[in-house]
């Protein structure tokens, strides 16, 4: 049997129908609300000398809503205020404003029976140096009635190499999967992640990955904060860009790569064949095709299906043998950098940028 | 294996008493699998008790050398674990955001800090049978009205150091707090009034050290483990100290 049945125990949703992990005990019957909510979120710190005393305001809008069976990720830089709002949203720091519920409790006056319900795992580990993994989650599962294995977790993630190590000796990625395996123990319904790649090599990272998809598909809402493109693009069904303590985009990692025409005009395909080919062919009004450097060639402009296959049908005809062919459009960096950077136009995109690109040869 | 958390639940918290208790026991094993806070809670003690008796320091006060001595140590042994090494653990547990973490836990802030009573109060316990067995072989015979007397107070003494550590390990960085609570142990213990009388020493430093923490519950364990007397004064000055600096540490408590 695969590991994965570790956390599933989601039957396959038919239409109409609560899936049988929604009303599970009876006690997750309120389940098709949101997991979290967040509306018009408010964090002062202070007094702080450097303002002379004054407070400092490093949330003053953010809205979010987090939903069971999806990946919420907070993409912004470091400094946006994503750690603050997700440490409100955690009961671990007083809000100053606005209304915050968590399976529609207030998380300022959790009790335990609503930490049980949500796994935490913070930027910085919040684990004890001197502690060795294994008896740090022995521990922590002891705080549960009935938690999942230690020993089923400690496999699945990996920690049995290094589980009697003193977690001061540990790397940064395992420490992050010794700090995720304690977040998990009580198999949380609601599962928050500060940064949860920081650190980790890239073997830890599928890994992690891996196992965030499948708590995912397990049915849990899992709320990420990241200031990492890529791991947003990768991971998240739905992303909420934050910026200067404002949430300033939200939506699917597809709308928001949609949310500029610009981006669809600018569509950009680089192929690599022998240098000095006859490409007019391939041009129609509003694509534009030069070759940057001998066998190297650039298609720019709104590209659409038609134009690979006409494409395809050049190189039939042509006799070229292309040795490299890429699709690339706009990147969640390019969406990411016009919004934070207030401009009201997505910058062109590159044709060499690698992120988000379609390799087809 | 997996068959066995195929549908499993979401887990409930495990009870208040068991969490508290299970907490305790993970801290105190903490404590006494850490090398330095065994020289400080075990070595310097016995070396303390061992240096008072072999030399002639507490002659001409009326009583044995181990009779004055004893009660002293055991004093001396709630600061070294309740403000001494419970106020570095928790400043570097703030450091790390192991209280942040375990605080999102079903355990929470205050069975953390139920937690950590519970294993100082532990530790001391260790503390005490150890010490007394020393002692006893050294001729200590405390009166028994005495000794019922000593442990609520010796408690006592533990919480209010305990709350005094809290506080310190709650708002300086925790080098900080190394330095200060390091500190304080070295001054309570040779001039605060806890292992010796200040009287010792001069009158005029009594005068002042009554007034300390540290003075007063040497005062008190003194007055019950020697006399079998309740000094009332003394309780008041511990009791006080204890309520005062439990409030500032929640209001001032930083978890992060």
Same mark, same amino acid.
């Given at each position: 049997?695969?590991?994965?049945?570790?956390?599933?125990?989601?039957?396959?949703?038919?239409?109409?129908?609560?899936?049988?992990?929604?009303?599970?005990?009876?006690?997750?019957?309120?389940?098709?609300?949101?997991?979290?909510?967040?509306?018009?979120?408010?964090?002062?710190?202070?007094?702080?000398?450097?303002?002379?005393?004054?407070?400092?305001?490093?949330?003053?809008?953010?809205?979010?809503?987090?939903?069971?069976?999806?990946?919420?990720?907070?993409?912004?830089?470091?400094?946006?205020?994503?750690?603050?709002?997700?440490?409100?949203?955690?009961?671990?720091?007083?809000?100053?404003?606005?209304?915050?519920?968590?399976?529609?409790?207030?998380?300022?006056?959790?009790?335990?029976?609503?930490?049980?319900?949500?796994?935490?795992?913070?930027?910085?580990?919040?684990?004890?140096?001197?502690?060795?993994?294994?008896?740090?989650?022995?521990?922590?599962?002891?705080?549960?009635?009935?938690?999942?294995?230690?020993?089923?977790?400690?496999?699945?993630?990996?920690?049995?190499?290094?589980?009697?190590?003193?977690?001061?000796?540990?790397?940064?990625?395992?420490?992050?999967?010794?700090?995720?395996?304690?977040?998990?123990?009580?198999?949380?319904?609601?599962?928050?992640?500060?940064?949860?790649?920081?650190?980790?090599?890239?073997?830890?990272?599928?890994?992690?990955?891996?196992?965030?998809?499948?708590?995912?598909?397990?049915?849990?809402?899992?709320?990420?904060?990241?200031?990492?493109?890529?791991?947003?693009?990768?991971?998240?069904?739905?992303?909420?860009?934050?910026?200067?303590?404002?949430?300033?985009?939200?939506?699917?990692?597809?709308?928001?790569?949609?949310?500029?025409?610009?981006?669809?005009?600018?569509?950009?395909?680089?192929?690599?064949?022998?240098?000095?080919?006859?490409?007019?062919?391939?041009?129609?009004?509003?694509?534009?095709?030069?070759?940057?450097?001998?066998?190297?060639?650039?298609?720019?402009?709104?590209?659409?299906?038609?134009?690979?296959?006409?494409?395809?049908?050049?190189?039939?005809?042509?006799?070229?043998?292309?040795?490299?062919?890429?699709?690339?459009?706009?990147?969640?960096?390019?969406?990411?950098?016009?919004?934070?950077?207030?401009?009201?136009?997505?910058?062109?995109?590159?044709?060499?940028?690698?992120?988000?690109?379609?390799?087809?040869? | 294996?997996?068959?066995?958390?195929?549908?499993?639940?979401?887990?409930?918290?495990?009870?208040?008493?068991?969490?508290?208790?299970?907490?305790?026991?993970?801290?105190?094993?903490?404590?006494?699998?850490?090398?330095? #806070?065994?020289?400080?809670?075990?070595?310097?003690?016995?070396?303390?008790?061992?240096?008072?008796?072999?030399?002639?320091?507490?002659?001409?006060?009326?009583?044995?050398?181990?009779?004055?001595?004893?009660?002293?140590?055991?004093?001396?042994?709630?600061?070294?674990?309740?403000?001494?090494?419970?106020?570095?653990?928790?400043?570097?547990?703030?450091?790390?955001?192991?209280?942040?973490?375990?605080?999102?836990?079903?355990?929470?802030?205050?069975?953390?800090?139920?937690?950590?009573?519970?294993?100082?109060?532990?530790?001391?316990?260790?503390?005490?049978?150890?010490?007394?067995?020393?002692?006893?072989?050294?001729?200590?015979?405390?009166?028994?009205?005495?000794?019922?007397?000593?442990?609520?107070?010796?408690?006592?003494?533990?919480?209010?150091?305990?709350?005094?550590?809290?506080?310190?390990?709650?708002?300086?960085?925790?080098?900080?707090?190394?330095?200060?609570?390091?500190?304080?142990?070295?001054?309570?213990?040779?001039?605060?009034?806890?292992?010796?009388?200040?009287?010792?020493?001069?009158?005029?430093?009594?005068?002042?050290? #009554?007034?300390?923490?540290?003075?007063?519950?040497?005062?008190?364990?003194?007055?019950?483990?020697?006399?079998?007397?309740?000094?009332?004064?003394?309780?008041?000055?511990?009791?006080?100290?204890?309520?005062?600096?439990?409030?500032?540490?929640?209001?001032?408590?930083?978890?992060?």
């Amino acid at each position: 049997m695969s590991p994965r049945d570790l956390w599933h125990r989601r039957d396959v949703a038919e239409p109409g129908k609560i899936p049988k992990w929604l009303a599970y005990n009876g006690r997750v019957t309120k389940t098709l609300s949101p997991a979290l909510e967040i509306s018009g979120l408010i964090k002062d710190v202070g007094p702080l000398p450097a303002l002379d005393g004054r407070m400092k305001r490093v949330v003053s809008n953010i809205s979010l809503t987090a939903h069971f069976g999806q990946v919420t990720a907070l993409l912004g830089a470091n400094g946006a205020g994503k750690t603050t709002t997700i440490e409100c949203a955690q009961g671990l720091q007083n809000r100053t404003g606005g209304s915050i519920s968590l399976l529609g409790q207030d998380p300022e006056h959790a009790d335990a029976a609503l930490r049980s319900r949500v796994g935490v795992m913070l930027q910085d580990g919040g684990l004890p140096p001197a502690a060795r993994p294994i008896a740090l989650l022995r521990h922590v599962a002891g705080l549960y009635q009935n938690p999942l294995s230690v020993d089923a977790l400690v496999e699945r993630l990996g920690i049995n190499e290094f589980s009697d190590t003193n977690i001061r000796r540990l790397s940064g990625g395992q420490k992050q999967r010794v700090a995720l395996a304690a977040s998990l123990l009580g198999n949380p319904e609601v599962l928050f992640l500060d940064e949860p790649s920081a650190g980790l090599d890239p073997q830890s990272r599928i890994m992690v990955f891996e196992l965030i998809r499948e708590l995912r598909d397990a049915g849990k809402a899992i709320i990420l904060t990241t200031h990492l493109l890529d791991d947003a693009q990768r991971l998240a069904d739905y992303v909420y860009i934050v910026d200067k303590g404002e949430s300033v985009a939200a939506g699917t990692v597809q709308e928001l790569l949609e949310s500029s025409t610009a981006a669809m005009e600018q569509r950009a395909m680089t192929f690599e064949a022998t240098p000095s080919l006859d490409v007019s062919a391939l041009l129609r009004p509003g694509l534009e095709c030069s070759e940057t450097r001998p066998g190297s060639y650039v298609l720019t402009g709104p590209l659409e299906p038609a134009d690979l296959a006409r494409f395809g049908a050049w190189c039939e005809r042509a006799h070229v043998m292309p040795t490299s062919v890429h699709l690339a459009s706009k990147s969640l960096e390019d969406v990411f950098l016009a919004i934070s950077d207030g401009a009201a136009t997505v910058a062109p995109v590159s044709a060499h940028r690698n992120s988000h690109s379609t390799v087809i040869s | 294996m997996s068959t066995l958390f195929h549908n499993a639940p979401p887990a409930h918290a495990a009870s208040l008493t068991r969490r508290i208790l299970n907490q305790g026991k993970y801290e105190a094993s903490t404590m006494l699998r850490n090398g330095e #806070q065994l020289v400080l809670m075990v070595v310097m003690p016995l070396l303390g008790l061992i240096a008072l008796v072999a030399t002639p320091l507490l002659d001409d006060m009326g009583h044995s050398r181990v009779a004055i001595a004893a009660p002293g140590i055991l004093a001396l042994c709630a600061l070294s674990t309740a403000f001494t090494g419970q106020g570095i653990a928790t400043g570097f547990d703030r450091r790390y955001g192991v209280l942040r973490f375990m605080s999102t836990t079903p355990l929470g802030k205050g069975g953390l800090i139920a937690g950590k009573v519970i294993a100082v109060l532990a530790a001391l316990a260790l503390q005490v049978v150890l010490i007394s067995t020393v002692a006893a072989f050294m001729g200590w015979r405390p009166p028994l009205a005495g000794v019922l007397l000593g442990i609520p107070l010796l408690i006592l003494g533990a919480a209010a150091f305990t709350a005094i550590g809290l506080l310190i390990a709650g708002t300086v960085r925790p080098e900080a707090t190394l330095a200060i609570t390091n500190l304080g142990w070295i001054l309570f213990a040779a001039v605060g009034g806890i292992v010796l009388p200040a009287g010792k020493f001069s009158s005029a430093l009594e005068a002042y050290v #009554q007034w300390l923490p540290s003075g007063a519950l040497g005062n008190l364990m003194r007055a019950a483990l020697i006399e079998s007397r309740l000094d009332v004064w003394g309780l008041i000055i511990l009791l006080a100290w204890g309520v005062a600096a439990a409030i500032a540490a929640v209001k001032w408590f930083k978890w992060n």
